[in-house]
Nanobody, 121 residues
Framework: QVQLVESGGGSVQAGGSLRLSCTASANSLCMAWFRQAPGKEREGVAAIDSDETITYADSVKGRFTISQDNAKNTLYLQMNNLKPEDTAMYYC??????????????????WGQGTQVTVSS
């Protein structure tokens, strides 16, 4: 019912930057970025609710910035000062609303297919 398409992943050196984008097929969504490295569970990175409340994981505070362009139904994640531990598949997630725990993956019913981010030292 809701389609999410991520883009912007790539390979960078430690300290570099990337900007991820996620375009949604619907409006008025609560949206978030998650990531999953091989052998690890998917973890929340950043979220923005329908009221524009923003939540970040402690590991990315001060380095990552989540934003949205409502006119384009597009979510962004600006990632600066990337570290090797940021290497993961990054997923865009969305739900219609009522998200109580912004960085919990169980709160989101719609997921993109992911975009790979690789950071080398």
């Amino acid at each position: 019912q809701v389609q999410l398409v991520e883009s912007g992943g790539g390979s960078v050196q430690a300290g570099g930057s990337l900007r991820l984008s996620c375009t949604a097929s619907a409006n008025s969504l609560c949206m978030a970025w998650f990531r999953q490295a091989p052998g690890k569970e998917r973890e929340g990175v950043a979220a923005i609710d329908s009221d524009e409340t923003i939540t970040y994981a402690d590991s990315v505070k001060g380095r990552f910035t989540i934003s949205q362009d409502n006119a384009k139904n597009t979510l962004y994640l600006q990632m600066n000062n990337l570290k090797p531990e940021d290497t993961a598949m990054y997923y865009c997630a969305a739900d219609w609303g009522g998200v109580g725990i912004p960085l919990s993956r169980s709160e989101y019913n719609y997921w993109g297919q992911g975009t790979q981010v690789t950071v080398s030292s």
